[in-house]
């Protein structure tokens, strides 16, 4: 921005001191330096302002694209999530119906022998019956807990997958404070640069009346001096000369 008030400095200058037109209000300018001065001007313009405008030309298809993503990546997550819910609970019921199956054998295959040695004595029974229930409802417990286990981890990874979408919003909301920032920051330059500019055509402004009203007296003293001559003619029978260091 410096290169920009530097270039609006010298164009001032360059119309204070520029060589009046006489009997107007105009000057005469270097055409060539002042669209040189210009050019610099618009150069010198920081492309962060150009770029500001990009982001804002663009903002409402940035907010769009996010919110698709977002859209799409939540989505994605509770579908995944599903799947790994549904694979838990088919996989522990599969784990909890062979368990079943397997204690019933056990215990089926306890009776069988049971009965095949119930004549050797009522405690062998007993005992082989016991040690088969025992053992069946161990592996039950263990294909309940298996069961439970699967459950948990699918629904700790779908709280996991659900979280990520979090990153996609936390990232919208940073979008939406940047494009914010960069339209406050363009609208203060403008309303700089807009205020140092008025301000030096405010001085020029200043220069161009001191200039005019210069101008009126020289335009009035010279009427004064003409009259002067002319009376003093008459009566002399010549023409009087003019001093003009009045």
């Known amino acids: 921005m410096y290169k920009v008030f530097e270039a609006l400095d010298e164009l001032v200058t360059i119309l204070e001191e520029a060589r009046g037109v006489p009997m107007t209000s105009s000057c005469v300018v270097p055409r060539g330096d002042?669209?040189?001065?210009?050019?610099?001007?618009?150069?010198?313009?920081?492309?962060?302002?150009?770029?500001?405008?990009?982001?804002?030309?663009?903002?409402?298809?940035?907010?769009?694209?996010?919110?698709?993503?977002?859209?799409?990546?939540v989505s994605k997550a509770t579908m995944e999530a599903d799947k790994l819910l549904d694979d838990a609970k088919a996989q522990a019921d599969r784990m909890v119906a062979e368990a079943t199956a397997h204690a019933d054998r056990l215990v089926a295959d306890a009776e069988a022998?049971?009965?095949?040695?119930?004549?050797?004595?009522?405690?062998?029974?007993?005992?082989?019956?016991?040690?088969?229930?025992?053992?069946?409802?161990?592996?039950?417990?263990?294909?309940?807990?298996?069961?439970?286990?699967?459950?948990?981890?699918?629904?700790?990874?779908?709280?996991?997958?659900?979280?990520?979408?979090?990153?996609?919003?936390?990232?919208?909301?940073?979008?939406?404070?940047?494009?914010?920032?960069?339209?406050?920051?363009?609208?203060?330059?403008?309303?700089?640069?807009?205020?140092?500019?008025?301000?030096?055509?405010?001085?020029?402004?200043d220069l161009l009346s001191h200039t005019l009203r210069t101008v009126g007296k020289g335009r009035a003293h010279l009427r004064g001096a003409s009259a002067i001559g002319s009376t003093a003619g008459l009566g002399s029978g010549g023409a009087a000369p003019f001093d003009y260091t009045a």
């Open 34 to 73: 002042i669209l040189e001065l210009l050019d610099e001007v618009r150069d010198a313009l920081p492309a962060e302002v150009d770029d500001a405008q990009d982001v804002l030309d663009r903002k409402d298809e940035i907010i769009g694209n996010a919110e698709h993503e977002a859209e799409q990546s």
């Open 113 to 205: 022998q049971a009965g095949r040695t119930i004549a050797a004595g009522q405690s062998k029974y007993d005992e082989v019956v016991s040690r088969s229930q025992l053992e069946a409802d161990r592996m039950i417990q263990a294909g309940r807990e298996s069961y439970e286990r699967l459950v948990e981890d699918g629904r700790i990874e779908q709280e996991r997958l659900v979280a990520q979408t979090e990153v996609v919003r936390a990232a919208h909301e940073e979008s939406s404070r940047v494009l914010d920032a960069t339209a406050d920051e363009a609208a203060r330059q403008r309303a700089e640069c807009d205020e140092y500019v008025d301000g030096k055509l405010a001085e020029f402004s």
